[in-house]
């Protein structure tokens, strides 16, 4: 199992609106072979700040399967212009 | 329940070092008030980068009941001489 994980900054006033399209994108997620889970949480320092944590069986379940995807398209259409700057997203490994 | 995270930058080639600790600073967690659990996570972009998530029943239990206590004391000692730069900690609530 991997873990992926991003700090999401979303545009100013727009938290709403994306936590709205983050209820329906999320969906897309369990569509993915590899996929085991995901979580979201919002900032409580920085209310326009959100966590996303996303685990995968395999690395390549996430950097090839699921960005190779048709779901990936949609993902993007309905998230991306959420986000200022646009996030570096990275994955880990858990040892504890 | 809230979710503290940090991203911890440990310092060139102490990985090893800080690992074997945080495997005995962890147990200083457990013996805190609302304390409801922890990963630790290893970057595979970044061997250096590490995540950690400690989930606390109330902001409070981390804020001022861990970081007022000798337990955190003692976490100190062990731990933040390995972080460069130090780490900013921030709290979040799950929403999905």
Redesign the interface.
Known sequence: M??E?AILQVRQKQTGSF?EA??RA?QLLKQRKGYLG?????????PD???LIIRWET?EDHTEGFRGSPQYQQWKAMLHHFYEPFPEV???????
Chains 1, 2 share one sequence.
């Open positions: 991997i873990t994980m936590e983050f209820s999320q995901h979580e979201l949480h919002k900032g409580i320092e920085y700040r959100y966590l690395l990275v994955h880990f490994n858990k040892i504890y």
